[in-house]
């Protein structure tokens, strides 16, 4: 007989991190996706640079988790693969919900969806699939997933500000591959406020940018 692929549901527990107070000051609640490689506890210091009595930051940390070659000494994580991708989805965007509720950010009226590399294609169908309303949505350094299309942006709001970053020198991203993804964002985002963002550099977090998204 072949072998046999089953299903099952159980209660999982991850981990998030944050930055920051949430209390009455803050005007910006910064919900950011780290790219594949990294831990969100490390990752999230790329915004200590926000002004701390306006911004709160959270960062949640994805499932899978794997030592990183060659020595095997550091962790990293990854949201998704190719494999069982759709289940996989579902089980971030489960995840994504719990810490919403459980930071009380929802209805938030500054927030601030940003994702670095991978992390851009578990927000942006994080934000189609809860038709998440944001005042900036943050793409950085990552491809906009194919299926994507523009009907599943439409609900919002012509004054949400879309930010597409890219470094000039990334070695993910060639000529073609950047036209191809700023024809993306402009077919999806053409209807907000969306920026085309390069910057001189590599396949990096760019902190400069980051501080200069908010006032």
């Known amino acids: ?67 990183i070659t060659p020595k095997l000494k550091h962790v990293g994580a990854s949201w998704l693969t190719k494999e069982n991708t759709i289940q996989e989805t579902e089980n971030v965007m489960e995840y994504f ?33 809860r038709q998440l309303q944001c005042s900036q949505i943050v793409l950085m350094s990552g491809g906009i997933p194919k299926e994507l299309t523009v009907s599943d942006f439409s609900f919002l709001k012509p004054d949400t500000i879309v930010s597409f970053i890219y470094g000039d020198n990334d070695a993910y991203l060639n000529e073609d591959r950047i036209l191809q993804e700023k024809n993306r964002a402009f077919a999806l985002f053409g209807h907000v406020n969306l920026n085309i963002i390069p910057f001189e550099g590599i396949h990096e977090v760019n902190k400069n940018i980051i501080n200069q998204l908010v006032n």
């Open 1 to 67: 007989m072949n072998p046999e692929d089953k299903q099952i549901s159980y209660k999982i527990t991850n981990t998030y991190s944050t930055l920051n107070k949430l209390t009455d000051t803050i005007e910006h609640v910064w919900f950011v996706c780290h790219g594949m490689g990294y831990l969100s506890r490390y990752f999230i210091n790329y915004f200590n640079d926000l002004n701390k009595e306006m911004n709160y930051v959270i960062a949640p940390q994805a499932q899978s988790k794997y030592y």
């Open 97 to 129: 919900d719990s810490i919403f509720e459980n930071e009380s950010i929802n209805g938030f009226k500054n927030l601030i969806i940003l994702g670095y590399s991978q992390g851009v294609s578990v927000v942006l169908r994080y934000i189609k699939t």
